[in-house]
T-cell receptor, first 110, second 114 residues
Framework: DAKTTQPPSMDCAEGRAANLPCNHS???????VYWYRQIHSQGPQYIIH???NNETNEMASLIITEDRKSSTLILPHATLRDTAVYYC???????????FGGGTRVLVKP | DVKVTQSSRYLVKRTGEKVFLECVQD?????MFWYRQDPGLGLRLIYF???????EKGDIPEGYSVSREKKERFSLILESASTNQTSMYLC?????????????FGPGTRLTVT
């Protein structure tokens, strides 16, 4: 599996957009980019995934560069409940082997 | 909503004991997974199963075994618990098949081996 690189932490102001970067320069052609988050003392929660095109759902938007070597998760209007560790993961299409790295610890401040 | 439940939130066992961690999902998902989570190491895949009675080793299978006799239930077994197996254990499931790759996680079991 390809590895990802994320900043260890970032702060965000409540109500503002949070842009979370991820580098995955060794991603292969059939690997997807997944984003999960983990709020303290809970299991991880799926956010969004994509292959080549940008994706949007009710939680977030995912922007993938044309060369697929990096991506950005966008939380459009961060709330205090978005404080969590955010994991960027690349994995096979079947989604069977997702390797979670250290993630980015996001703190949303009032 | 998908619901993944785990048998215990907290568990304390002694070294050498046999430990069973149970996971049940209610959405007829094909795939089920067991991870452990340790500070500084992130989540690591122990085993996964893509069908009843089928299993595949993950990244750290040593010291663990699994059982999947029914589609909705996936058990993690520690044959002889050791202190280095003290960890948070997370179960997940996914639908499988074209386009449905997201994994849904249970609340976790925090296991302490003394």
């Amino acid at each position: 599996d390809a590895k990802t690189t994320q900043p260890p932490s970032m702060d965000c102001a409540e109500g503002r957009a949070a842009n979370l970067p991820c580098n995955h320069s060794t991603i292969s052609g059939n690997e997807y980019v997944y984003w999960y988050r983990q709020i303290h003392s809970q299991g991880p929660q799926y956010i969004i995934h994509g292959l080549k095109n940008n994706e949007t759902n009710e939680m977030a938007s995912l922007i993938i560069t044309e060369d697929r070597k990096s991506s950005t998760l966008i939380l459009p209007h961060a709330t205090l409940r978005d404080t969590a560790v955010y994991y960027c993961i690349v994995g096979e299409a079947a989604g069977n082997k997702l390797t979670f790295g250290g993630g980015t610890r996001v703190l949303v401040k009032p | 909503d998908v619901k993944v439940t785990q048998s215990s939130r907290y568990l304390v066992k002694r070294t050498g004991e046999k430990v069973f961690l149970e996971c049940v999902q209610d959405m007829d998902h094909e795939n089920m997974f067991w991870y452990r989570q340790d500070p500084g190491l992130g989540l690591r895949l122990i085993y996964f199963s893509y069908d009843v009675k089928m299993k595949e080793k993950g990244d750290i299978p040593e010291g663990y075994s699994v059982s999947r006799e029914k589609k909705e239930r996936f058990s993690l077994i520690l044959e002889s618990a050791s202190t280095n197996q003290t960890s948070m254990y997370l179960c997940a499931s996914s639908l499988g098949g074209s386009g449905r790759y997201e994994q849904y996680f249970g609340p976790g079991t925090r296991l302490t081996v003394t």
